[in-house]
């Protein structure tokens, strides 16, 4: 299993970016997609979920209202659309597949929960 992430870059406070994940040796219509950060400095944290039906998602507070996960099942690909960017929004942002345990967001945000992990993208927001 490979994940594919890609569209980091620098963008001024009140940008936008979308960054996408393409998955390979994975049908990512079959599992939980979820989408992490980590800042310099910090631990690994959780931002968002699409579950495999692509219906039901779920957010960190930080992020609500301003990030949108999305999935093409065509392309195999999860995206994150990220408006309203702040520069605490900064970090290598990094895509992950395969939640094992429950839809809630005490799984989600636990690094052991997930099976695989890409290997990062760049996001950085100047003010």
């Known amino acids: 299993v490979q994940l594919q992430a890609s569209g980091g870059g620098l963008v001024q406070a009140g940008g936008s970016l979308r960054l996408s994940c393409t998955a390979s040796g994975l049908t990512i219509g079959h599992f939980v997609m979820g989408w992490f950060r980590q800042a310099p400095g910090k631990d690994r944290e959780f931002v968002t979920a699409i579950r495999w039906d692509g219906i039901r998602t779920l957010y960190t507070d930080s992020v609500k209202g301003r990030f949108t996960i999305s999935r093409d099942s065509a392309k195999n690909t999860v995206y994150l659309q990220m408006n309203s960017l702040k520069p605490e929004d900064t970090a290598v942002y990094y895509c992950?597949?395969?939640?094992?345990?429950?839809?809630?967001?005490?799984?989600?945000?636990?690094?052991?929960?997930?099976?695989?992990w890409g290997q990062g993208t760049q996001v950085t927001v100047s003010s």
């Open positions: 992950a597949a395969e939640l094992i345990g429950p839809w809630e967001i005490a799984t989600m945000e636990k690094i052991a929960s997930w099976s695989f």
